[in-house]
């Protein structure tokens, strides 16, 4: 085995134990700053929702058939934690018109850093001089857990605003069967949730 099969193999069993150190104070940091980040959250929605009725009234977009909220590939490294969402029509990532927003979910990864550095330091003890294209496959194979707190924390907030009657698009703006996704920008994603009759 080379050193990068040896050092992913590692990898598997600190990545974990790493995360369940710091899960719990991810939960009581969003818990404490629920307000604000909803409030992010929402702001950034709206915005994407004023840019799809600016296209549709131009006759640019059709009704909004795919809402999808995206991890960045590129966050993880510039330490941006952006998550992109789109209002799309039936022609997805084909959609010309893109009516898009970021919304800034620092606050549930506000410990990646630390945790990279943690489980490097860890990995150091075995693997002298870890280079820093190492540590980006440290970065990229522990996102995912932090991915997975953001789509937790997606639902929990889609599940308070769907009801709102404000939140989404005018339903004569909407297709009658609207997916809503979470995953990786153009890449895989996941079925949030389903509105209305395919």
């Given amino acids: 085995m080379d050193r990068k099969e040896e050092f992913m193999t590692a990898m598997e069993y600190i ?10 104070s991810i939960t009581l940091h969003c818990e404490k700053h629920s307000k604000e980040i909803v409030h992010t959250f929402l702001e950034a929605f709206k915005t994407a929702v004023e840019q799809t009725t600016i296209l549709q009234d131009q006759k640019k977009k059709g009704k909004v058939r795919y809402i999808l909220f995206s991890h960045l590939y590129s966050s993880i490294f510039l330490q941006r934690y952006l998550i ?4 799309m029509d039936h022609t997805f990532y084909s959609d010309s018109s893109q009516a898009v927003s970021y919304w800034d ?14 489980i490097r330091e860890e990995l150091g003890k075995n693997f002298p001089r870890i280079h820093e294209y190492e540590a980006d496959f ?32 005018h339903q004569d703006r909407l297709e009658s069967f609207v997916s809503i996704l979470f995953g990786e920008y153009m890449g895989e994603a996941d079925v949030l949730f389903q509105l209305g009759e395919e």
């Fill in 15 to 24: 990545l974990p134990e790493q995360f369940s150190k710091s899960s719990r």
């Fill in 84 to 87: 992109r969402i789109d209002l």
């Fill in 105 to 118: 979910a620092r606050d549930i990864y506000q410990l990646f850093e630390e945790d990279v550095e943690a």
């Fill in 138 to 169: 440290i970065r990229y194979a522990y996102a995912p857990y932090y991915h997975g707190v953001t789509k937790a924390f997606l639902l929990a907030m889609l599940e308070e605003a769907l009801p709102e009657r404000n939140f989404l698009p």
